[in-house]
């Protein structure tokens, strides 16, 4: 297997940092965070998901971003994915992000999946998904850079069956699915060997990061103020630390004949950028 990062977990690390960090520790391949920097931010201290300095703009030049692939073949790093922030339906940024990912040498880019919160029902989400992926696959035959659909809480692919049945049918050189057992202890969690049989060929991805389950003192008023009314919240925490057993993942992945990228996007907070960077893939190395 090989290594990544997916920048957003290195918020403090400028672009040519996050490229000597990764090249001293061994890495493969930098998966770079690709969204619009709130400018209003940009005065903030550097945050995972605010004034992230190890980020690629969607506003980016052709010759910024071909430079940026100089700079990351120079050291000796491919981009195996441009992680992307795209809402569902939006063909605009889709064709943009894929613009940038042949520019950048990627072969994929993450793309969007409706948020479920109950306001409007799944079959109505699932068929506006549908329709989107069905465009984002002819995108994909046009430019040659695959489509991923990530498994994450609060989305209507939640967990992997869930990604399968919503990527279902669609040519998987076009449409796959980014694995991400961290997000499935929020919300999705299944048996990860089933889980990777049912994902099956649209299996093209995976993120390493952990969580956990903590209680809160929150209660929910209409259960009362006892323990059982007391709120149970999900946590980053360390790779090593959280619910994901990463041994059992990877024996997983090992049975399905994965041999593709793990992709660390680690956001416990547990350490320094530099410091994560080593040992986690320490870890993960010592468990293949």
């Not at 990062?5 to 403090?12: E, G, H, I, Q, S």
């Not at 945050?47 to 430079?67: C, K, M, P």
């Not at 980053?236 to 619910?243: E, I, K, L, P």
Request: hydrophobic share 40%; proline share 3%; glycine share 8%.
């Amino acid at each position: 297997m090989k290594f990544s990062v997916f920048t957003v977990m290195l918020p403090d690390c400028s672009q040519q940092r996050t490229l000597d960090l990764l090249r001293a520790n061994g890495y493969d391949g930098v998966e770079w965070r690709f969204t619009k920097t709130n400018p209003a931010k940009r005065d903030e201290a550097p945050s995972f998901w605010g004034n992230n300095l190890s980020t690629v703009e969607t506003d980016s030049s052709e010759a910024e971003l071909l430079e940026l692939k100089q700079l990351t073949e120079a050291a000796g790093l491919v981009v195996p994915n441009v992680a992307a922030y795209i809402g569902s339906g939006d063909l605009a940024a889709t064709e943009n992000a894929m613009r940038a990912a042949k520019l950048l040498g990627a072969p994929s880019i993450r793309i969007g999946v409706p948020n479920y919160d109950g306001k409007r029902t799944y079959q109505e989400l699932y068929a506006e998904a549908r329709a989107y992926l069905q465009e984002a696959e002819a995108l994909s035959r046009s430019y040659g850079i695959q489509g991923l659909i990530e498994v994450h809480h609060g989305n209507i692919a939640s967990s992997a069956s869930l990604a399968r049945r919503l990527v279902e049918g669609f040519d998987a050189s076009h449409i796959g699915v980014i694995y991400d057992p961290g997000n499935m202890v929020h919300e999705g969690f299944e048996n990860y060997q089933m889980g990777l049989e049912l994902l099956g060929e649209y299996l093209a991805h995976v993120h390493v990061k952990n969580a956990a389950w903590q209680r809160t003192d929150e209660t929910l008023p209409t259960i009362g103020s006892g323990e059982h009314g007391r709120i149970w919240q999900a946590s980053w925490s360390a790779v090593t630390a959280g619910v994901v057993h990463w041994p059992q993942v990877i024996a997983a992945l090992r049975a399905v004949g994965y041999d593709g990228w793990l992709s660390f996007e680690d956001f416990s907070g547990s350490a320094d950028s530099e410091t994560l960077l080593r040992d986690n893939i320490a870890y993960i190395r010592s468990l293949l």
